[in-house]
């Protein structure tokens, strides 16, 4: 009964897999050695299950958890190059004076404190977006992560020009996203700075 309900899952995980690696803009041929691990593994089961054979059983399981293994020690590094907070970081480094603001915009992303190496601030609450135009209406510059639906929620709360910088798309999927027709989702994170 464990080792069908464990075909069952590598089966349904070897298809989502494949599915959100269609849906999210990630271009790597290296996202096939996981999912054609845990796809033989589910067949491996059913054919070991066919048979009735334990040892099979456990010599496929072995041999597919080290292909799984092996194929995600090779996508991770790959995967990185996605990651937009660390592109973003680069660029505030290069751009951004001492003196400007670096912070979020409904975003959580802590990460950004930690790759650009200085103090941000964080707007999480709609009780925060008064502070945020105020910001915006200051004189210093601001530069600020947020997903694109929200920068058009904050630009028809402000005057202020903001101008993306930069535009990556958050390796995360709606449900929406994941079994519409719609190819990429809709989700992205953008690097944004107040215009000239």
Request: with cysteine; aromatic share 10%; proline share 6%.
């Amino acid at each position: 009964m464990v080792a069908w309900l464990l075909m069952l899952i590598c089966l349904a995980g070897a298809f989502i897999a494949f599915l959100a690696h269609r849906k999210l803009e990630v271009r790597t041929a290296l996202i096939y050695l996981p999912i054609v691990s845990v796809l033989a593994l589910g067949l491996g089961l059913v054919w070991s299950l066919w048979k009735n054979n334990l040892a099979t059983q456990a010599r496929l399981m072995a041999f597919n958890a080290l292909g799984l293994l092996f194929g995600l020690t090779l996508l991770m590094p790959k995967l990185e190059y996605y990651r937009p907070i660390p592109r973003f970081a680069q660029i505030i480094k290069e751009q951004a004076s001492a003196t400007d603001e670096v912070g979020t915009f409904f975003v959580d992303a802590p990460s950004l404190m930690f790759y650009t190496e200085r103090k941000i601030f964080q707007v999480s609450k709609e009780t925060d977006i008064p502070e945020m135009l105020k910001r915006l209406d200051s004189d210093g510059q601001v530069y600020f992560v947020t997903r694109e639906d929200y920068l058009r929620t904050l630009q028809g709360r402000t005057p202020v020009p903001l101008e993306v910088i930069e535009s990556r798309p958050l390796l995360q999927l709606r449900w929406e996203n994941f079994i519409g027709t719609g190819n990429p989702p809709t989700l992205r994170l953008v690097l944004v700075r107040k215009g000239k």
